[in-house]
């Protein structure tokens, strides 16, 4: 069986290997981000346009592009606010956020609160038998 950890690792850990200068390797890393970033960060709800993960972030930090769909007091749609989330390491919390852009109707807070529970997950990554990545899901509660 697999070792559960957090989702924030597992990113951090395929953006390490997706800068290695084996080709194989890289790829298959930046294929892991692009399935994580799909299953378990936010999408929809406002995040309409889902999640980006710069895969030029420097080492220690991880940088994400998102812009969430605003609603006005009637239930309309009336624009967008565009966003960079940056984690970076914590020794007391395991990582910190800092979110970019404008703070249209609070919503740095809800941003907060969406990523702090997304990238807090605990998920397992399955194999095949040639070590090759089938698939990610959540762990089982204990």
Request: one cysteine or more; glycine letters at 6%.
């Amino acid at each position: 069986m697999t070792q559960a950890t957090k989702l924030y690792r597992a990113l951090a850990q395929e953006l390490n290997r997706s800068r290695s200068d084996n080709l194989t390797h890289s790829e298959s890393a930046k294929e892991a981000i692009e399935a994580l970033t799909a299953q378990f960060l936010p999408h929809g709800s406002g995040f309409d346009s889902g999640c980006k993960i710069d895969l030029d972030s420097k080492p220690g930090t991880i940088k994400i592009a998102t812009a969430f769909h605003h609603l006005n007091e009637n239930g309309y749609y009336d624009g967008w606010s565009d966003h960079i989330v940056t984690v970076t390491p914590s020794l007391e919390f395991g990582f910190d956020l800092k979110i970019s852009g404008i703070n249209r109707n609070a919503i740095k807070d809800y941003i907060s609160d969406m990523f702090n529970h997304a990238l807090g997950l605990p998920i397992v990554a399955a194999w095949d038998n040639q070590e090759k990545l089938i698939s990610y899901s959540l762990a089982p509660q204990a």
